[in-house]
């Protein structure tokens, strides 16, 4: 059981280059997330799940687009990289949205130059 | 628009000192509330959490929380942290089926 897995870990992007960043999990959670870390602002939420098929929009959802196909992962997209979007993105799933606890991945650090 | 604040931004303690870390919150509903720990370089992991009950709620490590809901707070407690409880430390709030909402986080530096 391997939780939630990110892919990758780290990733140097030029601006205006695209990406895609994967999210799996093994718990057969319906709901997945989408956080963005920066210093001093805490864990922001870019776009989250409720299920295989939906995504809605978080508090910062501008620069990026998700994909849920599959129920098991969740993707993240940024069509055009800008030096804003550095940071580290957590992606996260619970069983539901009510009082189930968020289980996090590990990571990815993302710079733009 | 539900918020959650968390008053210190960076906390320094020596070893065996006692260690409270508040966070408040906006919504005036009914809460679920989580305190979630980041060791340096790793993801987040629960410390603990309140959904109903005993408003004194024990998590891993010997951290404690109490919500304290006419003050609409939830703080974190440790009587004596060690060297290894440095971390950064989140409170989180959940309201119905609204997605968690994080606190800004504190930093914790614990020092011999």
């Known amino acids: 059981n391997a939780g939630v897995t990110q892919t990758p870990k780290f990733r140097v992007l030029k601006t205006g280059q695209s990406m895609t960043l994967l999210c799996a999990q093994d718990m057969n959670h319906e709901y997945m997330y989408w956080y963005r870390q920066d210093p001093g602002m805490g864990l922001r939420l870019i776009h989250y799940?409720?299920?295989?098929?939906?995504?809605a929009k978080g508090e910062v959802p501008d620069g990026y687009n998700v994909s849920r196909l599959k129920k098991q992962n969740f993707l993240l997209g940024l069509e055009s990289a800008a030096p804003s979007q550095t940071s580290v993105y957590f992606c996260a799933s619970s069983y539901d949205a009510g009082s189930y606890e968020q289980y996090f991945g590990p990571g990815t650090r993302l710079t733009v130059t | 628009a539900q918020s959650v604040s968390q008053h210190n931004h960076h906390v320094i303690l020596s070893e065996a000192a006692s260690l409270e870390l508040g966070c408040n919150y906006s919504?005036?509903?009914?809460?679920?509330l989580f305190w979630y720990v980041q060791y340096p370089g790793q993801h987040l992991q629960l410390l603990l959490k309140y959904f109903s009950g005993d408003p004194l709620v024990k998590g891993i490590k010997g951290f404690e929380a109490e919500f304290i809901k006419s003050k609409f707070s939830f703080n974190l407690r440790k009587p004596s942290v060690q060297w290894s409880d440095t971390a950064e430390y989140f409170c989180?709030?959940?309201?119905?089926?609204?997605?968690?909402?994080f606190g800004k986080g504190t930093r914790l530096s614990v020092i011999a």
């Open positions: 799940s409720v299920g295989e098929g939906t995504t």
């Open positions: 919504y005036g509903g009914t809460v679920n």
């Open positions: 989180a709030v959940k309201s119905g089926n609204t997605p968690l909402v």
